[in-house]
Each structure stands twice: as structure tokens, then as C-alpha cells.
């Protein structure tokens, strides 16, 4: 008789547990692996957008207004800058230009900053100037010149201007009507001068030539022959007279006398903007001496 055995095999117990445990981990550390490159990748990239990325320029108002003379610090308010790589960089803004003038007294201006890695930012909004004039004349004579001597009326102008300052050199005369100085009453010339802004401003005056034969005419001297006011401003058209020549001798004109002299302002409106001319004359004796006072009355 022959006994037949019949193994059959058990798992072991702790062998499955450990394989089991085995894959949990392989799989624990594919994973931690693969989260781990995602996250790498992902700081790299996200570093390389950074750094493409360009400063920001904010400005708090689209308009700004402010004096002629108002400091680098009025200009740049309410403008702030970022840059994602660099943080805040409010400090860095720079005016980069301020554009000539679209109307009088309003132009563009137009900040600029630069990061780290020199990537430019620009931003621009308007700019009111809120007490800007245009260029302004002084008249250092009135045009009246004796019979033979040299006219060069150049020579007896100046101009100024709120930003750019002197700018008589700029100056540039036309005559209006005719191209030739001719007889005792020359022809109106036209000077005309144009600022950094490309404001231009321009001034008409008569040159006239009289005879002054005697040294007891009186001549009349202001300290500049040109006035400028507000419409509807009160004017002493005396206000500039500083002295009197009468023969061949100088008088301050307090010690001369105002009462000898006299203008004319019967073609001046102080409430109408434009260019008058006063004429003023002084006595002495038989004698009569003239002067003349531009007026520019501004609206």
C-alpha cells in the first residue's frame, strides 16, 4: 500500500508584508521624485519669467499740475515703480523728457526706470504749467533816434524767459511792409522769439528819426519802455520814468518835477488784451521832449 502526501505551500508570513512595503516605498519615492523635478522645473521657469519680466511704471493721477518752478520731487509725485525681481524701485524714476508744448502752458512729461538687468519701463501723462507766461520782452530804448545817428534796433531789446532765461540772442527782427529803412518815419519791424517749449512771442515797434538841433529839448529816460499787464490791472504809464537829460545835464526825476510830464492815454483800453503805445512828453521852457511806452496788456 503506498501513502501519497500532498504538500501545498503557505505564504510565509512578514515575506508578503515586506514586498508589499517594498513597492509602497518604490512608488512613495517615484513620486517624491517626480514632485520634487515639478517643483525644481517649476521655480526655474518660474525664475526665467521674472527675470523677462519689465519694470512697472504707476502713475497716480493722468494729470499733474504745478509751478515753473516747481522741484524735481512736485514732478514725480504720485509716481511709483516695481519690478518683480527687484521690488519696489520708486526711487530709480527719472524724468526722462518733457515735451514741447501741445497748447501754451500743457505738455507731456514722460518718466523712465530701469531694473537690475537694464530693462526700461516709460510712462507719461500731462503737465500743466498753472502760471506760465511766454517769453517777455525789455525795451531799453523807445526807437526814437536823432537824425543821422545808426540804427540798430537789435540793440535796444532783450528778452527773457520763465525756463530758459536770457534768450536774447534768439532774437530775430523782419521789417513789416517794407524791406528798406526809408525817410524820417522807418517802417514797423516785428522781433520775434521762440523758447525751449516752442513758444514763440513777437513785438511790433515804430522806428522814428527826429531832429533834436538844441540840447534844451528834453530827453526822457525810463528804465525799460515796455509794460506788461493783467486786463483790467491799473497802469501809471509814468512808472518807469527815471530821469530827465535837459542841457546837457541828467535830473533824477523826482528832483525834475513829475508835474512836467504827461502822457497820452487816449488810445489805451486796460480791459482790451493787446499792444498800445503811449506816447509821453515832458517840458521845458519852449522846449518839448517825447518818449514812448509800449504796454502789452495780456488776457
Given amino acids: 500500500m503506498v501513502l501519497k502526501l500532498k504538500v501545498t505551500a503557505r505564504p510565509v508570513p512578514g515575506v508578503d508584508m515586506s514586498r508589499s512595503r517594498l513597492r509602497l516605498l518604490m512608488i512613495s519615492l517615484i513620486t517624491l521624485a517626480a514632485c520634487t523635478v515639478g517643483f525644481l522645473t517649476y521655480l526655474i521657469l518660474h525664475r526665467i519669467s521674472i527675470r523677462n519680466t519689465e519694470p512697472e511704471i504707476t502713475c497716480e493721477t493722468d494729470v499733474i499740475r504745478v509751478s515753473v518752478n516747481a522741484p524735481r520731487e512736485e514732478l514725480l509725485a504720485g509716481v511709483t515703480a516695481f519690478d518683480a525681481e527687484d521690488g519696489d524701485l520708486t526711487d530709480s524714476v527719472i524724468i526722462e523728457s518733457i515735451s514741447q508744448f501741445v497748447e501754451k502752458g500743457k505738455c507731456t512729461i514722460t518718466y523712465a526706470v530701469f531694473d537690475s538687468r537694464n530693462k526700461a519701463a516709460t510712462a507719461s501723462r500731462t503737465l500743466y504749467y498753472t502760471d506760465y507766461h511766454s ?105 518807469n520814468v527815471e530821469s530827465i537829460y535837459v542841457s546837457r545835464q541828467t535830473y533824477p526825476i523826482d528832483d525834475y518835477g513829475r508835474d512836467s510830464l504827461m502822457a497820452d492815454t487816449s488810445g ?32
Avoid: H
Avoid at 269 to 298: F, H, M, Q
Fill in 135 to 239: 517769453p517777455r520782452f525789455e525795451l531799453l530804448t523807445d526807437f526814437i533816434y536823432s537824425i543821422g545817428t545808426a540804427v540798430n534796433p537789435l540793440a535796444g531789446i532783450r528778452a527773457y524767459d520763465v525756463f530758459d532765461g536770457d534768450i536774447t540772442s534768439r532774437i530775430s527782427m523782419t521789417t513789416v511792409g517794407s524791406d528798406e529803412f526809408s525817410g524820417v518815419e522807418y517802417p514797423e519791424v516785428e522781433f520775434r522769439v521762440i523758447n525751449s517749449c516752442g513758444d514763440v512771442a513777437t513785438l511790433r515797434v515804430n522806428i522814428v528819426t527826429e531832429e533834436r538841433a538844441s540840447t534844451n529839448v528834453p530827453v526822457i529816460n525810463q528804465s525799460n519802455y515796455l509794460v506788461y499787464m493783467n486786463a483790467g490791472e491799473k497802469l501809471d504809464p509814468l512808472v
Fill in 268 to 299: 489805451f483800453d486796460p480791459n482790451k488784451p493787446g499792444l498800445y503805445r503811449i506816447p509821453i512828453y515832458c517840458e521845458a521852457g519852449d522846449y518839448v521832449g517825447s518818449t514812448v511806452l509800449y504796454v502789452i496788456v495780456e488776457g
